[in-house]
């Protein structure tokens, strides 16, 4: 609340000097409290004329009333994968794989799609996960475990690695499936895609992709971090472990 009355109610009574407008942006306005809302309210009943405050959010109802109905609300939609796939790959000059896996991740958010292409970070975490997952089939219970404690080291970012290591096997399903190497996001790693999807079954990937949301559900719930990655590390060797 102090945020509103201090950035905005206090800021906005000053003219601008060498504009027309001042503009406010507010970005993840729906985890505003209810105190800070209504604080923000008294502004909104009466701005001066040069002010225009927008307010960003993903759950329009978390707002008040009384401050939606004295909003304009303009609905953003997700850019289509193939505009911005096209605009990494002939702007950006990024290569075809990385900017598939970029447009996977970004969710049709642009600017977060040009965030991941240029992010060192993101590279160095995509290769870790390559690294498990083209040797976990084939690692002892010793290696597994150190690999869960290596895990630790992304533990910031961990929904982003969970979220690679599913891109994986969903690219393995659908190979699968279909068979069509036009829809796999990992081209690059194409060879052990088709490797795991000779060996897995339907029923083994998919217990794999529902390890990974429960993996999930347990981090959020503070289950301890390495038994966590344990857990999931053994489902993922356990996918073709039938057909050895």
Known sequence: MDDIRDQVNADIVIKPYANPYKIYIIPDAELMTVQAQNAL???????????????????????LPTIQSRCVMLKLRHLRDVLIHRYLVEQLGIDQEKAEVCVAFAGGN???????????YFQDLRTEVVRLLTRVDHMEYHELFASAKRASDYKLSVSDYLDLIA??????????????????????????????????????????LEAIEKSKARLEANVNFELTMELLLFAMQDVTRSYR
């Open 110 to 120: 642009m600017g977060k799609a040009i965030t991941l292409s240029n992010s060192e």
């Open 41 to 63: 309210l008294k502004t909104m009943e009466e701005p001066p004329e040069y002010a225009i405050i927008m307010l960003l959010c993903t759950n329009v109802e978390e707002m």
């Open 167 to 208: 891109i994986w096997y969903r690219d393995t399903l659908i190979y699968k499936a279909t068979k069509n190497v036009g829809q796999v996001i990992f081209k690059d790693q194409l060879s052990h895609i088709k490797e795991l999807a000779s060996k897995a079954s339907y029923e083994g990937i998919e217990n794999v």
